[in-house]
T-cell receptor, first 115, second 114 residues
Framework: NAGVIQTPRHKVTGKGQEATLWCEPISGHSAVFWYRQTIVQGLEFLTYFRNQAPIDDSGMPKERFSAQMPNQSHSTLKIQSTQPQDSAVYLC?????????????FGPGTRLTVL | GDSVTQTEGQVALSEEDFLTIHCNYSASGYPALFWYVQYPGEGPQFLFRASRDKEKGSSRGFEATYNKETTSFHLQKASVQESDSAVYYCALGDLVGDNSKLIWGLGTSLVVNP
C-alpha cells in the first residue's frame, strides 16, 4: 500500500500562470478530499468527491479553482491565473467510504509557490 | 457554522512531562471528533476519533474523552517523548447531510526537549 500519492511535491509558478496538482488515492477508497494548508488559515477544506462524483465544493474559490476526478485512480486540482495568495500546501486525502466517522489518509502535499 | 478551537498554539515540555492540549468545538448536532498528528514534510495522520458522549479515543499513549456538556475533546498523554514532537490537530466531522468534510482547529505545535 503506497498511500496517497501527490505530484509534484513542489511547484513554482509565476503570477498569472496555471497550476495543475495531481492526486492518486489509495486503491479501493471511494472518497477523495482536497484541503489547503497555510500558516495563517491553517487547514481549509476545498472539495470532496465520492465514487468520482463531486459532492461538496463549498470551500473552492469559485473563479479560478476547479477539481476533477475522471477515474477512480486520480483526481486533479487546477488553479488558473495563479496569484501570490494561492501559495500554500495543497493536501489530498482519501477514505474508504467517505462516511462521517471515516479516517482520512493524507498524502504528503504539494507545496505551491506563486512568485 | 461549525468550528474548532485549540487554545494553545505551541507547547514546550520536557521528556516524561504530562501533556494536555485543549480542544473545544461548536457544532449543531452530534459531530464525530478527531485528533490528527502532522510531522514535518508529511500530511496529517489519524490518531483516533470518538463519536458519542463520554467515549474515549486513544492511540500511541494519547487519549481524549468526548464531552458533550463542555463541548470539549482535550488531548492528553501521561509521559511525552522527544519523538512526540509534532503538530496536533483537533477536527470535527461535518454532519450536514451526507457530507463528511473535516473542520480543523489551527493546530498545536508540541516541542519535547530531551
Amino acid at each position: 500500500n503506497a498511500g496517497v500519492i501527490q505530484t509534484p511535491r513542489h511547484k513554482v509558478t509565476g503570477k498569472g500562470q496555471e497550476a495543475t496538482l495531481w492526486c492518486e488515492p489509495i486503491s479501493g477508497h471511494s472518497a477523495v478530499f482536497w484541503y489547503r494548508q497555510t500558516i495563517v488559515q491553517g487547514l481549509e477544506f476545498l472539495t470532496y468527491f465520492r465514487n468520482q462524483a463531486p459532492i461538496d465544493d463549498s470551500g473552492m474559490p469559485k473563479e479560478r479553482f476547479s477539481a476533477q476526478m475522471p477515474n477512480q485512480s486520480h483526481s486533479t486540482l487546477k488553479i488558473q491565473s495563479t496569484q501570490p495568495q494561492d501559495s500554500a500546501v495543497y493536501l489530498c486525502a482519501s477514505s474508504l467510504d467517505g462516511g462521517n466517522y471515516a479516517e482520512q489518509f493524507f498524502g504528503p502535499g504539494t507545496r505551491l509557490t506563486v512568485l | 457554522g461549525d468550528s474548532v478551537t485549540q487554545t494553545e498554539g505551541q507547547v514546550a515540555l520536557s521528556e516524561e512531562d504530562f501533556l494536555t492540549i485543549h480542544c473545544n468545538y461548536s457544532a449543531s448536532g452530534y459531530p464525530a471528533l478527531f485528533w490528527y498528528v502532522q510531522y514535518p514534510g508529511e500530511g496529517p495522520q489519524f490518531l483516533f476519533r470518538a463519536s458519542r458522549d463520554k467515549e474515549k479515543g486513544s492511540s500511541r499513549g494519547f487519549e481524549a474523552t468526548y464531552n458533550k456538556e463542555t463541548t470539549s475533546f482535550h488531548l492528553q498523554k501521561a509521559s511525552v517523548q522527544e519523538s512526540d514532537s509534532a503538530v496536533y490537530y483537533c477536527a470535527l466531522g461535518d454532519l450536514v447531510g451526507d457530507n463528511s468534510k473535516l473542520i480543523w482547529g489551527l493546530g498545536t505545535s508540541l516541542v519535547v526537549n530531551p
